[in-house]
């Protein structure tokens, strides 16, 4: 079973900083793009930043020179680190990949979500 494993998620003032994880867990060939979304209750899911497995990034404008997309290729791991965070920001933040498995299955993935809460 391939899955996606978040991890970091927690409560924050506004202006401080986290760090986010997802690992791409099973058996898997490659992980091609990386990407992180968040949605907040009512709304629909946004795209917060994406990374390819070359390593070319894509921001949203609302986050762009506060949040960072990196990842380890080799630990199939990609991170989110949210500086000067603010309230706006706070939402469930889901990670997703594009997976090939070692059966040579592409699967679309979405993690289980983790909670950032942003206090003012």
């Known amino acids: 079973q391939v899955q996606l494993v978040e991890s970091g998620g927690g409560l924050v003032q506004a202006g401080g900083s986290l760090r986010l994880s997802c690992a791409a867990e099973?058996?898997?060939?490659?992980?091609?793009?990386m990407a992180w979304y968040r949605q907040a209750p009512g709304k629909q899911r946004e795209l917060v930043a994406h990374?390819?497995?070359?390593?070319?990034?894509n921001y949203a404008d609302t986050v762009k020179g506060r949040f960072t997309i990196s990842r380890d290729n080799a630990e199939n791991t990609a991170y989110l680190q949210m500086n000067n965070l603010k309230p706006e920001d706070t939402d469930v933040y889901y990670c997703?990949?594009?997976?090939?498995?070692?059966?040579?299955?592409?699967?679309?993935?979405w993690g289980q979500g983790t909670l950032v809460t942003v206090s003012s």
């Open positions: 997703r990949a594009g997976v090939l498995t070692s059966l040579a299955r592409l699967l679309e993935l």
């Open positions: 099973g058996s898997i060939a490659k992980v091609a793009y």
């Open positions: 990374i390819t497995s070359g390593g070319t990034t």
